[in-house]
């Protein structure tokens, strides 16, 4: 597997602002991805952050809200924009390592509330 | 229809006893199948990967694949109360566009 940073490791926020998310790996990794769990829920995918381009989101999810930058194989941001109560949720990287089949693995999560 | 679908539980057993775990999938195309093990408050924990039909142990651990009926399972055997917590069904299609289930909570009594 990998070590797998996320940072912050949570945060309260206030309505209209915005927080930008880190996820840096230990290693060069072949995809990146950002999932966000709701309370109770299970996992939604965001989108595919692409390295040198821009990611691939998931119908649902647009870029203004949920802008994504990946400046190499390790290290991917996302930013959740303009956030409002709706957004509170956790939010989490995973990553599929050159040799490791199409397994993902996960950081250990943002969790975010918004006031 | 869900693309994952999962009894959400909670699922309860004594401990020492044999956990069963559901999982069906409506994508003929799919590829590969896990399931990952979420303690409360974390992060999902990759338990278990198969891709071909037929069963695959792993420790306590067995997972069983019938891609026929789109249908795949865990069983942990001597279910310990460390083992209470929720069971991730994920299903890969091409391209690593992985759909997770709802999940299934497990309760192991002492």
């Known amino acids: 597997s990998a070590v797998i940073s996320q940072k912050p490791s949570r945060d309260i926020c206030q309505r209209g602002t915005s927080l930008t998310i880190q996820c840096q790996v230990d290693s060069q990794v072949t995809m990146m991805f950002w999932y966000r769990q709701q309370p109770g829920q299970s996992l939604t995918l965001i989108a595919t952050a692409n390295q040198g381009s821009e990611a691939t989101y998931e119908s649902g999810f647009v870029i203004d809200k949920f802008p994504i930058s990946r400046p190499n194989l390790t290290f991917s941001t996302l930013t959740v924009s303009n956030m409002s109560p709706e957004d509170s949720s956790i939010y989490l990287c995973s990553v599929v390592l050159p040799q490791g089949a199409d397994i993902q693995y996960f950081g250990a999560g943002t969790r975010l509330s918004v006031l | 229809q869900k693309e994952v679908e999962q009894n959400s539980g909670p699922l309860s057993v004594p401990e020492g006893a044999i956990a069963s775990l559901n999982c069906t999938y409506s994508d003929r195309v799919s590829q590969s199948f896990f399931w990952y093990r979420q303690y409360p408050g974390k992060s999902p924990e990759l338990i278990m990967s198969?891709?071909?039909?037929g069963d695959k142990e792993d420790g306590r651990f067995t997972a069983q694949l019938n891609k026929a009926s789109q249908y795949v399972s865990l069983l942990i055997r001597d279910s310990q109360p460390s083992d209470s917590a929720t069971y991730l069904c994920?299903?890969?299609?091409?391209?690593?566009?992985?759909?997770f289930g709802a999940g299934t909570r497990l309760t192991v009594k002492p």
């Open positions: 994920a299903v890969n299609n091409n391209n690593n566009d992985m759909r």
């Open positions: 198969i891709y071909s039909n």
